[in-house]
């Protein structure tokens, strides 16, 4: 079983920066590639960042490419999502997930869930 615990949401303006953590705790995430997701109000969960459990692999979704980044330290058991450049669109619960698999971008492919983090950006 892996815990997953989100932080670092918050109200930001358009154009502003936040910084997203996901800590896990139970059993060691490093053989866990790690992921990023949103869910907006009225739609569906979308993919946003994942990385392998080495951080050495990278895939993001097209609406965050250039902007946000995502990265871990296998040795605090965390992992971040750096967004930059914030639009109003980007507002929804940031959620992180955990799946033996790199590369997934499906929800139903990840195996652990945090509880989520809200983001909001305003104009």
């Known amino acids: 079983q892996v815990e997953l615990v989100e932080s670092g949401g918050g109200s930001v303006q358009v154009g502003g920066s936040l910084r997203l953590s996901c800590v896990a705790s139970?059993?060691?995430?490093?053989?866990?590639?790690m992921g990023w997701f949103r869910q907006a109000p009225g739609k569906e969960r979308e993919f946003v960042a994942v990385n392998s459990w080495s951080g050495s692999n990278t895939r993001y979704a097209e609406p965050v490419k250039g902007r946000f980044t995502i990265s871990r330290d296998n040795a605090k058991n965390t992992v971040y999502l750096q967004m930059n450049s914030l639009k109003p669109e980007d507002t929804a619960v940031y959620y992180c997930a955990a799946s033996r698999t790199y590369g997934y971008v499906k929800p139903t492919q990840y195996y652990y869930w945090g509880q989520g983090t809200q983001v909001t950006v305003s104009s």
């Open positions: 139970g059993r060691t995430f490093s053989g866990y590639a």
